[in-house]
């Protein structure tokens, strides 16, 4: 599909558009990753307009080893299967994180948020799923061998925003750079998660181009998993505090465009973000909810709460659909390909408990 192909079918008439991206579906089954949240550190040398995740408590720069342990054993309690590791980005100039890092022994972030995923991988039967932000190839490598899968959101390739009030005060999120590390993790065969927020004052020509250039980077490595659609929510006290959330017409059309340009991909909705309207993405071609947690809120968006998974069971049920507990890593990326022996060796075991 070309850029002009993929605005007009944008525009087209919903009912058909939707129908084209339901009609991809291959199954009656909606996913989810029973998860749980660990914010590692909410310090961030990136200031986006839009976050209410960052926060600079210089009382607690970071999570200790014995907090994130227990949290993982209640998690564990609960049956979540992931360990969500998100957190802000952290330089050499996030000096008050550093600090800490350098009196627990840690030279740097990568390698402590190395020591968290392997103490999940020895001590709970959880999967690590990192998203610490803009990684080198290197970095990755390092933690590629303890995460079931990774993540970084594109955002947006538009670099105009990087000027506005959305990324101007955020070097980070230059899609340069995550383009780069989107395109590194498919060089070391990372089963990735990412994807585009939507209402960050991007027009819809810059959606599809941040999508086909997805697409592109999919075609050659083939380790994209799945892409979260995700609205902007407004947050009181950040400077996009009056900015418009993304109209329901605006994202049925974004989610369903995103289907047919990733047929073989999933398509995810974060169902806390979308309360009252969650059932209608199945019909635009959206085919799983992310991760949902029984233990801890969304720390990004901590005033959206999780549905219950009872609930999600109903409202997925009554939409014509299965709900289906998934791992933090897609089935067809469960092979010596794309993971490595500690991570496939642990797959195993839980298989087997
Ligand atoms: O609970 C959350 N999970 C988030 N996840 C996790 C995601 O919902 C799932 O856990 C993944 O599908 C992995 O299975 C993200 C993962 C990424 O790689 C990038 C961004 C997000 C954002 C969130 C989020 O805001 N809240
Ligand atoms: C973890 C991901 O959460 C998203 N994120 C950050 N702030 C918001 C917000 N106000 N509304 C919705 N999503 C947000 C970004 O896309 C980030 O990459
Ligand atoms: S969205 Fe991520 S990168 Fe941006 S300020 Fe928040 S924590 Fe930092």
Redesign the pocket.
């Known amino acids: 599909m070309n850029k002009k192909e993929a605005i007009e079918l944008f525009y087209s008439d919903l009912l058909e558009l939707m129908r084209k991206a339901y009609s991809l579906k291959k199954d009656k089954y909606i996913t989810y990753?029973k998860?749980v949240?660990i914010p590692v550190t909410t310090f961030c040398r990136n200031k986006c307009g839009y976050c209410i995740f960052r926060n600079e408590n210089y009382k607690k720069p970071l999570m200790m080893p014995k907090e994130v342990l227990s949290k993982l054993k209640l998690a564990e309690k609960y049956g979540c299967k992931?360990a969500?590791f998100?957190m802000g980005e952290i330089d050499d100039s996030v000096e008050p994180v550093n600090n800490i890092l350098d009196r627990l022994g840690y030279e740097n972030m990568v390698e402590y948020v190395y020591y968290l995923c392997n103490e999940t991988l020895e001590e709970t039967s959880l999967l690590p799923?990192t998203?610490m932000g803009v990684l080198s190839f290197k970095d990755l490598k390092i933690l590629k061998e303890v995460n079931a899968?990774?993540?970084?959101?594109l955002e947006n390739i538009s670099e105009r925003l990087m000027e506005t009030v959305a990324h101007k005060n955020s070097p980070g999120k230059d899609p340069k750079l995550r383009l780069k590390t989107i395109e590194n993790a498919g060089k070391l065969k990372i089963p990735?998660?990412?994807?585009l927020l939507i209402g960050i004052g991007e027009t819809v020509e810059e959606r599809i181009e941040s999508l086909l250039k997805l697409r592109k980077i999919h075609d050659k490595y083939g380790h994209i998993?799945?892409i979260?659609i995700?609205n902007f929510k407004p947050k009181p006290g950040t400077p996009m505090e009056n900015y418009p959330e993304p109209s329901l017409i605006e994202m049925l059309r974004t989610v369903a465009v995103t289907k047919l340009i990733f047929p073989d991909v999933s398509v995810?909705i974060?169902p806390?973000l979308n309360r009252e309207t969650a059932q209608l993405f199945i019909f635009a071609g959206a085919d799983?909810w992310?991760?949902?947690?029984p233990i801890?809120k969304?720390?990004?968006?901590p005033e959206s709460k999780?549905p219950e998974i009872d609930e999600l069971k109903n409202l997925t049920e009554e939409a014509g659909f299965k709900l289906k507990e998934?791992?933090?890593?897609y089935p067809k990326f469960i092979s010596e390909e794309f993971l490595s022996k500690k991570i496939l060796q642990k797959i195993n075991e839980l298989k087997h408990q």
């Not at 992310?290 to 947690?293: A, D, E, L, N, T």
């Not at 969304?298 to 968006?301: A, G, L």
Request: aromatic share 10%.
């Open positions: 990753s998860n949240f992931e969500l998100t799923h998203n899968s990774m993540g970084l959101m990735f998660t990412t994807g998993q799945e979260i995700q995810q974060p806390n799983d992310g991760g949902v947690s801890t969304d720390y990004v968006n999780w998934r791992l933090p890593v």
